[in-house]
């Protein structure tokens, strides 16, 4: 019963966040990898640590494993259980490369930290909107049901005249008062869906958000930190771009991808076409392709990576912090009529008096 609840709640809510539960995983991996334990076994032995959502996401990852898949293609059936970025730089590197050294390449890359205080404000600032939604609902449901009617009797009794905010407001909550319930709770069950991370995922994956800023530098991002992987072993870039232009999610970049393929025959050639699409700069390129130590190029390529997710994060960062304000200017309207109407109301009593 215990366990059916916490599965309904939003990720992150009861346990540790999302992000350390992956790391936890990908390290669990790496072991079973290095030891030839099975990984299926690993994974179904960690759901039993999480009682929660992601403890279910893990025993469909083990169910996949166990039926002998690979750690690529069963991530790629179990969306959420590692982000985009690092499913897709598993499912491509472990074509050139052993699944035991993609996954300490991207724990060697870990930048959890970042990734759970981001999601910390996303949690902070939906459990504000909520808030906000719940005192404004009380606020106006108070006033509608005590204030209104003491006022209204109040100049029923001196047979005067309510001013016209207020005679308004009369009207609009005797006609439309059940509009305003039905509207905050809606709301409330629209900013609380975004709390799970599989709402979210779904609607980046949408085509109108998929054109934002942050989703394309954030996949530019994972692109680039997947060519690093080839790149510190020596090997071409060729086989990990066309396994990209197969396996990744937007269907746009794949076709991208694709032309860069199939325009280069060197990785000089191919960062002359990244600089094309543009995923890179013209000078990022001209600077990689010069670099002729694997080492050195990897590290660049990773430097870029991190540059561009530290850019991203700080613009989704902004804009959360703006969009979390928008409510209160939505929510201020009704209240700030109620105000003024009452304190007019208020004043020409006292005046009539």
């Not at 979210?200 to 954030?218: V, Y």
Request: proline share 5%; aromatic share 6%.
């Amino acid at each position: 019963m215990m366990r059916s609840i916490r599965r309904l709640l939003p990720d992150g809510i009861i346990g540790p966040p999302t992000e350390s539960k992956r790391r936890s995983l990908l390290r669990l991996l790496l072991v079973a990898s290095s030891r030839s334990i099975p990984t299926s076994v690993v994974t179904l032995n960690l759901a039993s640590e999480y009682r929660d959502r992601y403890g279910h996401k893990l025993e469909r990852l083990a169910v996949w494993l166990k039926a002998n898949s690979s750690l690529g293609a069963a991530l790629t059936h179990t969306p959420g259980v590692l982000s985009e970025n690092d499913s897709l730089l598993i499912r491509c590197g472990s074509e050139v490369a052993s699944d035991e050294s993609v996954v300490r390449f991207i724990l060697e890359q870990d930048d959890a930290s970042g990734l759970v205080r981001s999601q910390s404000r996303i949690n902070q600032a939906i459990g504000y909107t909520i808030a906000l939604l719940l005192i404004s609902l009380l606020t106006i449901t108070f006033l509608t049901l005590f204030i209104l009617p003491t006022i209204i009797q109040i100049f029923e009794e001196f047979a005067l005249e309510l001013p016209p905010a207020m005679l308004l407001l009369v009207q609009a909550s005797r006609e439309l008062g059940w509009l305003w319930p039905v509207f905050v709770a809606i709301s409330m069950v629209m900013v609380l869906s975004l709390m799970f991370e599989d709402v979210r995922r779904n609607l980046a994956d949408r085509i109108p958000f998929r054109w934002l800023p942050g989703r394309r530098e954030q996949e530019c991002a994972g692109l680039l930190r997947l060519f690093a992987f080839p790149t510190e072993h020596g090997l071409p870039l060729a086989d990990t771009i066309t396994s990209a232009a197969l396996h990744h999610p937007n269907r746009s970049l794949r076709r991208k991808l694709l032309e860069v393929r199939s325009r280069s025959n060197s990785d000089s050639e191919c960062f002359n076409s990244l600089a094309g699409i543009g995923m890179i700069g013209t000078d990022h390129a001209l600077s990689l392709a010069r670099i002729d130590d694997h080492q050195i190029r990897s590290w660049a390529l990773l430097q870029l990576a991190s540059q561009v997710e530290t850019r991203t994060r700080f613009r989704r960062d902004r804009v959360i912090r703006v969009a979390q304000y928008l409510p209160v200017l939505i929510v201020a309207i009704p209240i700030a009529w109620c105000v003024i109407a009452i304190f007019q109301t208020l004043t020409q009593l006292i005046h009539s008096l």
